[in-house]
C-alpha cells in the first residue's frame, strides 16, 4: 500500500456489469479474485453496476433478471453475504450523488482519452449516450464513495482506476484536502483476461455470435468438455517454458485457464503439460473445468429458482453499503460548500 493510503481503512471494492451470460472470463478475471480477496479478511464491498449497464440499451425484465443471475454468479461462486457487502448499485443513491460531483471535477479531455470509449462509441460518437462517455465518473465513485483502497480489475479496466486516481488527486488538491485515498488497482492472475475459444487474439464475450467461443457459468459439463475439446489450437505440442507461447495466442489462452484453474501461474501450468499434444492436454483440461465450474451452474440454477432470497440479499447488502458511504458523501458536500440540512 502506498503511503497516502496509511490513514485509510484498506477496503477492498470492485463491480461487474449485469448485462447477461455470466462466462468463464468473469469468473476467473473477477468474481474468483473476489472470492479470494474477501478470505483475505480485508473488508469486501462487491456490487452488481447496473446503471453501468444503462449506458447502452437494456430491455427492463432482462436486466432485473440479469441483476439477479449475476448475484447468484457471486454467491455459487463462493462470496459470503455475511462476510462481503453485496448489493446492486442503482440502490445506494450515494454513487450517483458522489458521480456528479466528480462530473464537475473531471475534464472533458479525460474521458474522451478512455479506450473504452472510443471502441464502444466507435465512429458514431455524435448518437452514443451521454452516460457512455461519463460512465467513468460514475466508476470512480462507486470506488470513492466507500475510500475503497483497491479494486481487483481486469487489465482492460486499468485505465478508469488511473482515471479514479486522476480524479481523487484533482479533488483533493482543488479543496486542499487529503479526503479521498488513491485507490490501487489489483492486476494478478494467470486468466486476468480470458481470450476467446476461436480467435485466441480476442477477449472471450458473451456478445460473440458464436456460442462456442465462450463457456458460460451456466454450462453443464458436457457442453463444457465439448468446447474445449473444439477450441482452436495450433499442430505443435505444448512447450515447457512460457517464451515457447510467444506467437501461440490460442495454446497460451488455453494454458492460462489450465493455470488459473489449477491455482498456479503459466510458467507451473508448463512444468506438468509441456512436451504434451493437445489431443491430451484437451482432456485434462475438460476435467478441471467441469470439477471447478460445474457446481457453480448448479449452484446458480438452484439460486435463480429463489428470486425472492436474492432481493432480500441485495437489499440487506443496499442498506450496509449505505451505513459506509452516506457519511462520506455528507463529509464531500461540507467539503465543496453544497448545503444539507
Excluded at 124 to 145: E, F, H, K, R, T
Aim: glycine residues 6%.
Amino acid at each position: 500500500m502506498s503511503e497516502t493510503q496509511t490513514s485509510f481503512t484498506p477496503r477492498v471494492f470492485s463491480g461487474v456489469q449485469p448485462s447477461g451470460g455470466l462466462t468463464l472470463g468473469n469468473y476467473l478475471g473477477a468474481i474468483r479474485r473476489f472470492v479470494d480477496m474477501q478470505n483475505d479478511g480485508i473488508e469486501t464491498i462487491y456490487c452488481m453496476v447496473d446503471l453501468h449497464a444503462m449506458t447502452v440499451w437494456q430491455e427492463p425484465d432482462a436486466l432485473r433478471r440479469n441483476t439477479r443471475e449475476l448475484a447468484a454468479g457471486y454467491l455459487a461462486a463462493g462470496l459470503d453475504p455475511t462476510r462481503s457487502i453485496l448489493f446492486n448499485q442503482s440502490q445506494v443513491p450515494e454513487h450517483t450523488q458522489l458521480a456528479w460531483i466528480f462530473n464537475c471535477v473531471a475534464r472533458m479531455g479525460w474521458m474522451q482519452r478512455m479506450t473504452q470509449w472510443k471502441d464502444k462509441a466507435g465512429k458514431n460518437q455524435q448518437n452514443a449516450s451521454l452516460g457512455l462517455l461519463a460512465y467513468p465518473s460514475l466508476m470512480a465513485a462507486d470506488i470513492l464513495v466507500y475510500h475503497a483502497t483497491h479494486v481487483p480489475v481486469g487489465e482492460d479496466q486499468k485505465q478508469h482506476i488511473e482515471l479514479t486516481r486522476d480524479i481523487a488527486i484533482k479533488f483533493n488538491n482543488d479543496f486542499g484536502v487529503d479526503f479521498f485515498p488513491i485507490t490501487e488497482p489489483v492486476i494478478e492472475g494467470a486468466a486476468t483476461r480470458v481470450m476467446s475459444l476461436r480467435d485466441g487474439t480476442r477477449k472471450m464475450s458473451k456478445s460473440d455470435p458464436s456460442d462456442m467461443a465462450r463457456i458460460n457459468l451456466t454450462d453443464d459439463a458436457d457442453a463444457i468438455a465439448n468446447k474445449i475439446r473444439k477450441a482452436r489450437t495450433d499442430p505443435e505440442p505444448l512447450p515447457s517454458e512460457p517464451e515457447g507461447l510467444a506467437a501461440r495466442a490460442e495454446a497460451r489462452n488455453l494454458v492460462n485457464i489450465y493455470a488459473a484453474l489449477s491455482d498456479t501461474d503459466l510458467a507451473g501450468a508448463l512444468r506438468e503439460v509441456g512436451g504434451k499434444q493437445f489431443s491430451e492436454f484437451k482432456p485434462m483440461l475438460a476435467d478441471l473445468a467441469v470439477e471447478k465450474l460445474a457446481p457453480i451452474s448448479t449452484e446458480m440454477s438452484r439460486l435463480m429458482e429463489q428470486p425472492d432470497e436474492i432481493d432480500r440479499i441485495l437489499g440487506d447488502g443496499a442498506a450496509r453499503a449505505r451505513d459506509i458511504a452516506a457519511p462520506i458523501l455528507a463529509k464531500t458536500y461540507e467539503i465543496v460548500g453544497l448545503l444539507r440540512s
